[in-house]
């Protein structure tokens, strides 16, 4: 573990809160043009006449963009820290924003969607890191704040879809991306700080927690399904939502886009609550409640009118997005030293297993019905039995 670096901020340290509110911040801008690629696929799908299929692979192409390459960035930033990169990443993502509002066929909208990709494999484990850095031993608090802001932004896309998308035309993405170059400079502010702090060495590496490799792999995979489950359901509601309420209840694309910021809000509250509650009774019990918890819902959401789905909306995606801190912090639990790995291969597995999810799922519309996928997903959370496996609290206690 030499070769380490250290990134774990001492727990008698209070957390940097000017520094998490800027890295949530950034996470918003960030998201808010990803965000704003799902949120615009009725638009695209009419203006460039897609089918099913092409939406789902350009979410393909955006997502496992980014889950091929954030495991590679996290290893490199984990033995060579390179803060100030965030700037670079945010700005790779307003490249592929300005792209979409350009682009004349759609091979030019799969290359921004590679764009959005490439900045979010940059932006995300470094971000995790720093924010871990500056938790002050806060961590699924300090780890929920930086998601937060990244689930206010997915929420905030499809308000901008429908109020100004929609009414001006896709060439408004352009100004909007503009926001990102301000985030640039927040982010390399950030960066400044955190370099600071490594070559301060205010940062240590804790001892390992007690438990062997094998039940170490063991539970990782088990996170890794856990967290592939969450994705496959979240990735059938942001890409399809809109149309599944278009299809079932009439709504326009405005009405849809409402609906789908619902979820998303109901998704933004939840990651903050995952965090703090982790904090108190451990993250272990806040998956159980999350990933299994979201069943009975679930289940009904396919089946009831308007207004039950849309109060069904909130709760899911609330209770479902509760698990994403939760997981992330309790992988970095059981591989110490190794947060920007971490960090890297759970938003990285989570991008790509949406991305499949998104192509698969798309093919699936195709054939047998919107409704059919919405229903076939309803049933994924029971695989929140697999928590079962994990280990409890009292074998992470570092010796």
């Given amino acids: 573990m030499a070769a380490v670096t250290t990134d774990h901020a001492p727990r008698a340290d209070s957390p ?17 043009l990803q965000s704003l690629l799902s949120a615009i696929y009725p638009l695209l799908k009419a203006e460039f006449a897609l089918t099913y299929a092409q939406i789902g692979m350009m979410t393909f192409a955006f997502q496992v963009t980014a889950s091929l390459l954030q495991p590679a960035v996290g290893i490199v930033t984990d033995r060579h820290p390179m803060p100030r990169s965030l700037a ?18 759609y091979g030019w909208l799969l290359a921004g969607a590679m764009l ?5 494999s940059i932006f995300h484990p470094e971000s995790s890191r720093v924010a871990r850095t500056a938790s002050g031993g806060r961590f699924g608090t300090a780890q929920s704040l930086f998601q937060l802001g990244g689930n206010g932004g997915q929420a905030l896309g499809p308000l901008l879809a429908a109020f100004l998308v929609g009414p001006l035309g896709r060439g408004v993405l352009g100004w909007l991306g503009l926001i990102a170059l301000a985030g640039a400079g927040v982010l390399w502010q950030v960066g400044r700080w955190a370099e600071g702090r490594r070559r301060a060495g205010g940062l240590r590496v804790p001892s390992g927690p007690l438990l062997g490799r094998r039940r170490i792999v063991a539970a990782i995979g088990v996170l890794a399904v856990l967290s592939s489950t969450k994705a496959f359901y979240m990735a059938s509601l942001t890409s399809y939502y809109t149309f599944f309420l278009i299809d079932k209840f009439g709504l326009g694309a405005r009405g849809a886009q409402l609906m789908l910021f619902l979820l998303l809000f109901g998704s933004a509250a939840g990651v903050m609550l995952g965090g703090i509650l982790g904090d108190r009774v451990g993250p272990r019990r806040v998956i159980w409640f999350s990933i299994l ?16 789905t849309a109060i069904l909306s909130v709760l899911v995606g609330a ?6 801190p939760a997981i992330v912090v309790f992988a970095q639990e059981l591989v110490p030293g190794r947060t920007g790995l971490i960090a890297g291969l759970f938003f990285g597995f989570a991008f790509g297993m949406g991305g499949i999810a998104a192509a698969v799922l798309g093919q699936v519309a195709d054939a047998q019905g919107i409704r059919f996928v919405f229903l076939v997903c309803s049933v994924l959370p029971v695989l929140g039995l697999l928590t079962a496996a994990l280990p409890r609290g009292r074998d992470l206690v570092r010796a």
């Fill in 319 to 324: 209770i479902m997005a509760s698990a994403a």
């Fill in 16 to 32: 940097h809160w000017l520094v998490l509110g800027a890295l949530s911040l950034c996470h918003m801008v960030n998201d808010v």
């Fill in 116 to 120: 959005i990709g490439l900045g979010s």
């Fill in 88 to 105: 670079v990443g945010m700005l790779a993502s307003f490249a592929g924003v300005v792209t979409l509002a350009l682009a004349p066929a």
């Fill in 293 to 308: 918890g979201v069943l009975p819902f679930s289940l009904l959401l396919p089946h009831v009118g308007l207004v039950p």
